[in-house]
């Protein structure tokens, strides 16, 4: 026979392991997973000492609690910051009329001029890629009487997709619809403060009616505003009525005071602005370096300082929440390096008993792991509960902070890299105990 059949032979003898073998295999490492005796001893080794663990734990036990806390005020803070845009869309844009500040086309400089409906028509028409649009009309000032209840209030006349734009929450009633704008119909959504002015605590006022400047309204809804920050007024101190209603009831012609619109998804809002501005611009004889004339606002250029403001600060809770964590690290591995220092003498018994540098390692690792996964979870728990505890605290606060809480990912991602920070923290020392000499360890006093 020749070599390379005696080759060929060999190879063939060699069987795969079969499915019983791989069966027992894995029974072995279950069985050296869930021995309740490896894990009384882990547990033995932590407590031996309970003074050394707890303030070894302590370490890690804060750095989780800083890293969740640190979280928490992170999210509070956008929460907080972005509630003061809430109720308005983020791909919003916003038009006003101001005197001019440059002649221009025959028109002298400080000329007095108006937005008109036809403004809003053509823009409508010519800018595709609009999503929702509106214009409107605002009298400060207006005089509201219900019964002997008198007030003056802010009467403003909208479209229907002013609500897509400029959102209120709708507490009682309904939305304005073309129906009521084709019918020039007296109806109105109420403010939250002059629900509570003028009707006291009834609770359904739809269908009740209020004069405005001397004109019969029916009120359809009551409104609340969802955030601090708004557009021309507060929508709680406002009266929301058809457009075409309060043009014809104040005798105002086709004068409007703004136009808003919302870009469609994927488009940057600056480019319908830049579309919509030229076409007002032109049609009204506004020079295009007249930048006082035609006032515009948009939330892109706020939200995305917002998003760019708030990457930044995740960016910085996880790098000083990962220096906290390794910290805490540092201090487990320093103090296995002392455990495995006191225990050298019974780690070199086990080693002439027989026990593998496998053996050894998996069982000053496991000692690491546990204890900084005691410490972890224990650091969230109590982080969660404080956020808890602030988050009720924080509730009906204004301020700019609201709601503090971390993300389920967040916290499973801190753990893990806790873990490994275990691991990695338990290995150092492991390695130590591994190269020591049995019959050196046996001598060790």
Not at 226 to 249: H, V
Not at 281 to 294: E, G, M, Q, V
Request: proline content about 2%; hydrophobic content about 40%.
């Amino acid at each position: 026979m020749t070599k390379k059949d005696t080759t060929i032979k060999n190879s063939t003898n060699q069987k795969s392991p079969s499915v019983a073998e791989r069966s027992r295999s894995m029974r072995r490492v279950g069985e050296r997973l869930f021995d309740l005796d490896r894990w009384q001893e882990i547990w033995q080794t932590i407590t031996k000492n309970k003074l050394r663990s707890i303030l070894t734990a302590f370490g890690v036990f804060w750095g989780m609690f800083m890293f969740v806390a640190m979280m928490g005020a992170g999210a509070a803070f956008e929460k907080g910051v972005m509630g003061g845009v809430e109720g308005f869309a983020t791909n919003s844009c916003f038009f006003f009329a101001d005197k001019t500040s440059v002649a221009y086309n025959g028109f002298r400089k400080g000329r007095q001029w108006n937005l008109k409906t036809e403004d809003y028509a053509a823009v409508k028409q010519k800018v595709s890629a609009i999503e929702y649009s509106s214009c409107g009309i605002y009298k400060w000032g207006s005089t509201v009487v219900k019964g002997e209840k008198t007030g003056s209030y802010v009467v403003a006349g909208v479209q229907p997709e002013y609500n897509n734009i400029m959102t209120t929450k709708i507490t009682q009633g309904r939305f304005i619809n073309e129906i009521d704008i084709l019918e020039k119909r007296k109806v109105c959504l109420i403010g939250k403060r002059i629900y509570e002015e003028l009707f006291g605590k009834e609770k359904n006022v739809v269908g009740q009616t209020i004069q405005i400047n001397g004109i019969y309204f029916q009120i359809i809804g009551v409104t609340e505003r969802l955030s601090e920050s708004y557009i021309m007024s507060n929508p709680d101190e406002t009266i929301l009525a058809p457009l075409p209603t309060i043009q014809q009831i104040f005798n105002l012609g086709n004068t409007i005071t703004l136009i808003a619109a919302t870009a469609k998804p994927n488009i940057k809002v600056s480019v319908i602005q830049q579309q919509m501005g030229d076409i007002i611009a032109k049609r009204n004889n506004i020079s295009p370096d007249d930048k006082a004339a035609l006032q515009s606002y948009s939330l892109e250029e706020e939200v995305e300082m917002y998003r760019l403001l708030f990457v930044g600060i995740s960016v910085l809770v996880w790098i000083v929440g990962l220096g906290t964590l390794l910290s805490g690290g540092i201090g487990i591995s320093n103090i296995m390096l002392v455990t495995v220092r006191e225990r050298t003498k019974e780690i070199g018994i086990r080693r002439a008993l027989g026990a593998t540098p496998r053996t050894i390692i998996t069982q000053i690792m496991s000692e690491s792991v546990v204890l900084t996964l005691i410490a972890g979870v224990a650091g969230l728990t109590f982080g969660v509960g404080i956020m808890q505890l602030a988050g009720a605290a924080l509730e009906n606060s204004d301020g700019f902070f609201k709601n503090p809480q971390i993300s389920f990912g967040a916290s499973m991602a801190a753990l893990i890299i806790l873990l490994i920070i275990g691991t990695i923290a338990g290995y150092i020392p492991a390695r130590r105990a591994m190269k020591i000499k049995p019959i050196e360890a046996i001598h060790e006093e």
